[in-house]
């Protein structure tokens, strides 16, 4: 099953960031009355996610996101990651500039609706949802909420998090498998107590699974995703 047949667009290039992505449109009404934006893990692309869009709720728009770092052939991501002693370590700077240019991408999104912007969710797998966290914490104005699945919350984001107040009404899920041998849930557990001091609202679960996404992950996503969208 590909992309097109499952209702997802050729690449669009947002002129204002250079982000391109793909579009799977919500089936009524324009503008959309709620959208998610999806992130890929790094050497991935855009259409790994695809079969979780075409699962989302159609009244939604989903946004799928190519990462603007290109690795090799169909494989991108937002910054660039090494392991070393089995601790990662990013480039800040392109971690920083993808976060910038994803809040300016939702921004341009939401100045497409007119005066009613869509509700809108960022989530992620891996890379992915540790960009959906640095966005979200960041920019709480611009999203309802954020999804992290088998990522992690940067360090490095603490400067650049939002005061308090501002994250009162935002939402957050964590979904982590407990054999994950890339990113160990050691760091779902250091997000949920993140999360916990910063007073944002958060549902964390784990998942007999490696570095990977299941069906349930993908519906116990879905059933927060909703929601956070207002989709009773």
């Known amino acids: 099953m590909t992309p097109t047949s499952i209702g997802i667009g050729p690449l669009i290039e947002d002129p204002t960031t250079g982000l391109r992505y793909r579009l799977r449109?919500?089936?009524?009404?324009?503008?959309?009355?709620?959208?998610?934006?999806?992130?890929?893990?790094?050497?991935?692309?855009?259409?790994?996610l695809a079969m979780v869009a075409a699962l989302i709720d159609p009244r939604v728009q989903v946004v799928l996101v190519q990462g603007p770092l290109v690795f090799g052939p169909g494989q991108h991501g937002f910054f660039e990651v090494r392991f070393q002693g089995g601790a990662p370590a990013i480039d800040a700077a392109q971690a920083e500039r993808s976060r910038?240019?994803?809040?300016?991408?939702?921004?341009?999104?939401?100045?497409?609706?007119?005066?009613?912007?869509?509700?809108?969710?960022?989530?992620?797998?891996?890379?992915?949802?540790?960009?959906?966290?640095?966005?979200g914490l960041s920019a709480p104005a611009d999203v309802a909420g954020f999804a992290v699945l088998s990522g992690r919350i940067l360090p490095e984001i603490e400067p650049h998090i939002a005061p308090r107040p501002a994250l009162g009404n935002l939402s957050a899920f964590i979904a982590h498998g407990n054999l994950d041998n890339k990113l160990p849930v050691a760091w779902a557990e250091r997000a949920d107590q993140w999360l916990d001091a910063l007073g944002v609202a958060h549902l964390t679960r784990r998942y007999p699974i490696g570095h990977e996404l299941n069906a349930d992950v993908v519906a116990d996503f879905r059933q927060w995703l909703a929601g956070v969208l207002r989709l009773a």
């Not at 709620?34 to 855009?46: I, Q, Y």
């Open 100 to 135: 910038q240019q994803l809040i300016a991408l939702i921004r341009a999104l939401h100045a497409q609706d007119g005066p009613r912007p869509a509700r809108t969710v960022i989530a992620g797998f891996s890379q992915g949802g540790i960009l959906s966290a640095s966005v």
């Open 25 to 48: 449109d919500a089936a009524h009404g324009s503008p959309p009355a709620a959208r998610l934006l999806l992130l890929h893990g790094v050497g991935s692309n855009e259409n790994s």
